[in-house]
């Protein structure tokens, strides 16, 4: 459960009860469980009673045993099932003290259900009037542009109308490298290794065994039956193997 609003102890008892006594009068005005046939002013004053007494019961429960009971839901569902048998046993008293009616035990069996669906109302309310809102936290990959003294050495084997543009991917062949630029591609005698080594300090990801590409080229990666694939700048397409997926993964592309 995410943790309550903790305003100052006086506001939160003065606010829990008046939260209680507007559930008790609204319990009243529903009169549930055959309640409705009594007197108005008996049904209210009765569920008020029911519902503050109670409540306090689940509260004081909720606030010992429930903090360490973890997820919202889960925590008010055991607070209302270890409160109901005490909160039973308090309602099947109040009729005595108010109205003198004697003690029935034989109650108590019948009585159980009813508190349990009751004590969920509840305190359901109040953990989701107390709750926290919940904190969204929007992430956003920034890509740093590439840094020029990173690919200087590698643009310098590039053609003279290819050496400033824009740098895409790189594709591996047997004794050559495709480079890829916006500028169109290009052939380079290199191989793949050295090319990496080259550009170790640029703003690049081996996404395949046979393909570099420029990180702000990146527009979308995907992840399908076992296979992975970007899609660059340009239209260009490449496949993302296994072992280069976490790269791609913990720069949040997928």
Do not use: N
């Amino acid at each position: 459960m995410k943790p309550l609003v903790q305003p100052a102890p006086w506001r939160r008892i003065a606010a829990d009860i008046a939260l209680l006594v507007a559930l008790g009068l609204f319990m009243g005005a529903v009169g549930p469980f055959g309640s409705d046939a009594m007197p108005a002013a008996a049904r209210y004053s009765y569920w008020t009673a029911c519902i503050v007494g109670g409540g306090v019961i689940g509260i004081v429960i909720d606030e010992t045993v429930g903090l360490r009971l973890g997820a919202f839901w889960r925590r008010v569902g055991a607070v209302s099932l270890l409160m109901t048998p005490f909160v039973a046993a308090y309602v099947i008293l109040i009729p005595g003290q108010m109205y003198a009616q004697p003690f029935e035990p034989p109650h108590f069996p019948h009585l159980l259900w009813q508190v349990l669906v009751i004590s969920l109302l509840v305190m359901s309310v109040r953990a989701l009037v107390w709750r926290r809102p919940r904190t969204v936290v929007e992430t956003r990959v920034v890509v740093a542009p590439p840094l020029p003294e990173a690919e200087a050495a590698f643009r310098r084997r590039l053609s003279a109308r290819r050496r400033a543009a824009r740098l895409i991917a790189i594709e591996a062949h047997d004794h050559y490298l495709r480079v890829h630029t916006d500028a169109g591609p290009d052939l380079v005698t290199l191989r793949f290794a050295d090319a990496l080594a080259e550009l170790a300090g640029a703003h690049g990801l081996q996404v395949h065994r046979s393909w570099w590409v420029a990180a702000d080229a990146i527009e979308a990666v995907r992840w399908r039956r076992g296979a992975g694939e970007a899609r660059l700048a340009g239209g260009l397409s490449v496949p993302v193997s296994r072992s280069h997926a976490p790269a791609l993964k913990s720069a949040g592309w997928f």
